[in-house]
């Protein structure tokens, strides 16, 4: 009989655990879903379409500092990721981050942070548009599923209601397909036009 040799490290299951830490009992927008499963989502999206182990890790811990409450808590969760599965997690993790909390816990208005943000995926490198892109197609699915069993409805879970989401996963879309071309990308420019067609 072969040998069976491990396709992944115990660092995977420590980033799984310490997802769970970071977003233990946190839920989906407006469900009770667990948002571990979201994360653990996007790793298996990261693995599925040709990432690393690094990357897919990342994928588990994308979320980790932006969700953070305070500053404090988000530098100390930088600092764990960093000691613990190294520079290039730790800059795919911030990488994809669209804002941290201040001290008092705030971030930045949306519009703002959304806007910086697609202009900072264009000059992302691939390990973060990957999981990145990863991130966003596991949400717009999420979205078009919910937009067929509850309707328009859905948009009232998000801050920047139908018209601002619509227009997000939008300019999300074409970012990916412009700067990295590609299966991946291609998934979520057509699970967005699904979306905007559902959407109406």
């Not at 909390?101 to 806007?115: E, M, V």
């Not at 999420?142 to 018209?163: N, P, Q, W, Y």
Request: one cysteine or more.
């Amino acid at each position: 009989m072969a040998t069976k040799h491990p396709v992944t490290s115990p660092k995977l299951k420590l980033a799984f655990d310490f997802a769970c830490d970071c977003h233990d009992r946190q839920v989906r927008k407006s469900t009770s879903i667990p948002y571990i499963s979201h994360l653990m989502s996007v790793s298996a999206l990261v693995f599925e379409y040709g990432g690393d182990e690094e990357q897919a890790i990342a994928g588990l811990l994308h979320d980790a500092v932006e969700d953070a409450d305070t500053a404090v808590e988000a530098a100390r969760r930088m600092d764990f990721i960093q000691q613990n599965f190294g520079e290039r997690v730790l800059r795919i993790v911030m990488g994809c981050t669209d804002g941290t909390p201040n001290d008092s816990g705030k971030k930045a208005d949306w519009k703002d942070r959304k806007t910086e943000y697609l202009r900072h995926l264009a000059e992302a490198d691939a390990d973060t548009l990957l999981v990145s892109c990863s991130d966003k197609v596991h949400n717009a699915r999420a979205i078009v599923s919910d937009l067929r069993l509850v309707g328009g409805e859905v948009f009232t879970r998000f801050k920047a209601g139908k018209e601002g989401t619509l227009w997000y996963y939008q300019e999300l879309s074409a970012t990916f397909n412009r700067v990295f071309p590609g299966p991946i990308a291609q998934s979520l420019d057509m699970t967005v036009g699904e979306m905007v067609k559902i959407a109406g």
